[in-house]
Every structure is written in structure tokens, then in C-alpha cells.
T-cell receptor
Framework: QKEVEQNSGPLSVPEGAIASLNCTYS??????FFWYRQYSGKSPELIMS????GDKEDGRFTAQLNKASQYVSLLIRDSQPSDSATYLC??????????FGGGTRVLVKP | DVKVTQSSRYLVKRTGEKVFLECVQD?????MFWYRQDPGLGLRLIYF???????EKGDIPEGYSVSREKKERFSLILESASTNQTSMYLC??????????????FGPGTRLTVL
């Protein structure tokens, strides 16, 4: 069983809709959670981090964390074609190492 | 802004060659990391370093070594390249904060092809 699980997609959403991405993790002591966006052929770029239960909003992005259920999600509101990318969930349990999920590919259709 | 640079965007080498991949960060970060990314396997940690001349093995260190002689530079070495090391190699760095908030920033990546 992979430590960080994501649906690989593609998640197809119409322009202007909400894209909802989920990530589950297996290590209960995980403390830090990150969402990275990766365009095809490019490197990952950080879009959100979240450390405590609840919601965290940044522009059109909202991260949601539920440590009891061991999942973290990312909502993209008013999805734009430029949001078409692969979104990587990353989890840190202890120390400096991150464990990445396989990524969810998002396609926003005009 | 954090800037992490890698020496080459694309590299083609032959089986058995010794390959050096260089990574430089300009933000005085303590931690540096090397990952490889393959379709279907995601990002996997090869090695990381939390201080000059300090290194720790990641999840897939076999066939690789690293060097960190200066704080800003972290090199990944393939002692004898093999075709199964064809991959995208990504370097990352982080400030090295204690606690939860330490964040990794990635370089542009090096796509290595071993023939």
C-alpha cells in the first residue's frame, strides 16, 4: 500500500467549475501537508501548505485537512484552462523528508 | 524568491559513463534534496543533505552518490550510468526550519537519457 494515495485522473472539469482533489495518507503522525502543481515537462511548484485541521484559503485555492480521517483535499474554484496540470500531494511525518503521491491530472475544458 | 538551478535541462549519456548533475540554490538553505520522477512511480527521494558534507540516503539510493562541499551546491553522481537511470531528476532545497513549516522548492529538472 502506497503511503500517499491520489486518484491519477484525469479529472475533467468545465471552465468556471470547482475542481476537487483528494489525497489520503497512511502515517498517522504526519504533521505537514503540501500541494504542488506541475505542468507537463516542468518542475513542481508549491501552491498550498496546511498544518492544522480545517480549511485554508489562498485565492481560488482551498486546502482542507482532516487528520482523524487521514485525508487532505484541494479545491480549485472558478477553474481556468491554465489550471490544467498535475497536482501532487506531499506529506511530511517527521524530519525533513516528504512523501509524494502519484499526482492527479486535472483537465479544465473551455 | 527562492531560486534553485540545475546545470542542464537535457542530458544524454552512454551506459557506463560517470554522470554529474549539479544543483545550486541561492537562498542559504540548509537542506537539499535529489529526487527522480518516473511515469507511474511519482517522485522518489534519492538522497538528501541537511548540512555541508552531511548526507542521508533516501528511498532509492542504489547506483547514486552525492556530494555537498559547499552549502549552496549539491551534486548527484551516477558512478556508472545504466539505462534504468533514464529519468527526470529534480533537485529541491528548504530552509531547514524546525517544526512543521519547512517547505521544499524545486529546480527546473534535468531530463537524463542513458543510451
Amino acid at each position: 500500500q502506497k503511503e500517499v494515495e491520489q486518484n491519477s485522473g484525469p479529472l475533467s472539469v468545465p471552465e468556471g467549475a470547482i475542481a476537487s482533489l483528494n489525497c489520503t495518507y497512511s502515517d498517522r503522525v504526519s504533521q505537514s501537508f503540501f500541494w504542488y502543481r506541475q505542468y507537463s515537462g516542468k518542475s513542481p511548484e508549491l501552491i498550498m501548505s496546511i498544518y492544522s485541521n480545517g480549511d485554508k484559503e489562498d485565492g481560488r485555492f482551498t486546502a482542507q485537512l482532516n487528520k482523524a480521517s487521514q485525508y487532505v483535499s484541494l479545491l480549485i474554484r472558478d477553474s481556468q484552462p491554465s489550471d490544467s496540470a498535475t497536482y501532487l500531494c506531499a506529506v511530511r511525518a517527521a524530519g525533513n523528508k516528504l512523501t509524494f503521491g502519484g499526482g492527479t491530472r486535472v483537465l479544465v475544458k473551455p | 524568491d527562492v531560486k534553485v538551478t540545475q546545470s542542464s535541462r537535457y542530458l544524454v549519456k552512454r551506459t557506463g559513463e560517470k554522470v554529474f548533475l549539479e544543483c545550486v540554490q541561492d537562498m542559504d538553505h540548509e537542506n537539499m534534496f535529489w529526487y527522480r520522477q518516473d511515469p507511474g512511480l511519482g517522485l522518489r527521494l534519492i538522497y538528501f543533505s541537511y548540512d555541508v558534507k552531511m548526507k542521508e540516503k533516501g528511498d532509492i539510493p542504489e547506483g547514486y552518490s552525492v556530494s555537498r562541499e559547499k552549502k549552496e551546491r549539491f551534486s548527484l553522481i551516477l558512478e556508472s550510468a545504466s539505462t534504468n537511470q533514464t529519468s527526470m531528476y529534480l533537485c529541491a532545497s528548504s530552509l531547514g526550519l524546525a517544526g512543521d513549516t519547512d517547505t521544499q522548492y524545486f529546480g527546473p529538472g534535468t531530463r537524463l537519457t542513458v543510451l
